[in-house]
T-cell receptor, first 117, second 109 residues
């Protein structure tokens, strides 16, 4: 149990385009989902916290207009990187936490590798 | 900011126990300690968590000191597949995780 998927696993796009990444909890309802970013040889950095049906809460220094987060259902959250630039190239990872028979443990997706040319 | 400090790297012989320490001296009374590991280019994998008591599951044991200022993750019989970066995390009240730099564990044949 507690499986989280992400799609796509890898994406390459041109500078200036927008990219959408999906995060799904496959076997539990996720009341809260989190988005992280990880640069090479660095640790995970929390970007934002989203609760189903409400606006995401962004960490300091993360541009909410650039990284659009939607958590429309208890099993799906999306992260859209708008007007992507090469410095946005990174490994994006989501996690989900729920209370339907699970504790508030976060379960992580496999990550999405974004490369902006 | 991360509330934990860990040694940057450790080695362990295959088949031996791996003991990974973590300091969390500013932990609050109701904050849990979580351990995850990340194998290269994958999402972190949940290992174990605890509040006050020692915990054990099929993957590992977690020993938390009585004052809760530090803990140790024990992998009883390390295998080559346990080579990974191990993160000790204190879950803050909003359920957020702030990752530190972790410990890169290398299991040596």
């Amino acid at each position: 149990g507690a499986v989280v998927s992400q799609h796509p696993s890898r994406v390459i796009c041109k500078s200036g385009t927008s990219v959408k990444i999906e995060c799904r909890s496959l076997d539990f309802q996720a009341t809260t989902m989190f988005w992280y970013r990880q640069f090479p040889k660095q640790s995970l950095m929390l970007m934002a916290t989203s609760n189903e049906g409400s606006k995401a809460t962004y960490e300091q220094g993360v541009e909410k207009d650039k990284f659009l987060i939607n958590h429309a259902s208890l099993t799906l959250s999306t992260l859209t990187v708008t007007s992507a630039h090469p410095e946005d190239s990174s490994f994006y990872i989501c996690s989900a936490a729920g209370t339907s028979g699970f504790t508030d443990t976060q379960y992580f997706g496999p990550g999405t590798r974004l490369t902006v040319l | 900011d991360a509330k934990t400090t860990q040694p940057p790297s450790m080695d362990c012989a295959e088949g031996r126990a791996a003991n990974l320490p973590c300091n969390h001296s500013t932990i609050s009374g109701n904050e849990y300690v979580y351990w995850y590991r990340q194998i290269h280019s994958q999402g972190p994998q949940y290992i174990i968590h605890g509040l006050k008591n020692n915990e054990t599951n099929e993957m590992a044991s977690l020993i938390i000191t009585e004052d809760r200022k530090s803990s140790t993750l024990i992998l009883p019989h390390a295998t080559l597949r346990d080579t990974a970066v191990y993160y000790c995390i204190v879950r803050v009240h909003g359920n957020q995780f702030y990752f530190g730099t972790g410990t890169s564990l290398t299991v040596i044949p």
